[in-house]
């Protein structure tokens, strides 16, 4: 049985330390040892996208990442995107579109969003659609996000 250790983490722009076994998932230790409630346990199996974060930038799925193997890779959770410009666009085209029904999905869905538009400013719908399809949403809120994600896009053609 692995023996519980110090793990250093790089999370939100922080250093940050605590102590679990290597074999920890991400998820775990993001929200029951450094109480980051953002990323939220689905299905336990890298199948539905809730416990999205990023990893050096690219949308992970925390529920099947060991937090031994994390290392010194950049972790960013939605609480550490609140001062970013591009989640600032995000957020408001979220509520401008009304896209949230019970919510729980969708810290996950703006992590992918925010990923895919950071790397492709202006994606077509397939990219939109590649990008954001291992996000599940039991609420079936997919044309909404696709609008938002849309919308933040056609404005950064406008140079917005
Ligand atoms: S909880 Fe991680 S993918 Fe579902
Ligand atoms: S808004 Fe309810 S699961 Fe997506």
Known sequence: MPEMT???????????????TPDMPLLWALRQELGLAGPKFGC????CGACTVQIDGQPARACQMPVGAVGTARITTIEGLQRDPL???????????????????????????????????????????????????????????????????KEAGHGR
């Open 87 to 153: 989640f600032e666009r995000l957020r408001a085209a979220w509520l401008e579109i009304d896209v949230m029904q019970c919510g729980y999905c969708q810290a996950g869905q703006l992590l992918s969003a925010h990923a895919l538009l950071k790397a492709t400013p202006q994606p077509d719908a397939a990219q939109i659609d590649g990008a954001m399809e291992g996000n599940i949403c039991r609420c079936a809120t997919y044309p909404r996000i696709r609008a938002a994600i849309a919308k933040v896009a």
């Open 44 to 47: 336990g199996a890298g199948l």
């Open 6 to 20: 110090a793990i250093s983490l790089t999370v939100n722009g922080q250093a940050r330390t605590l102590t679990a």
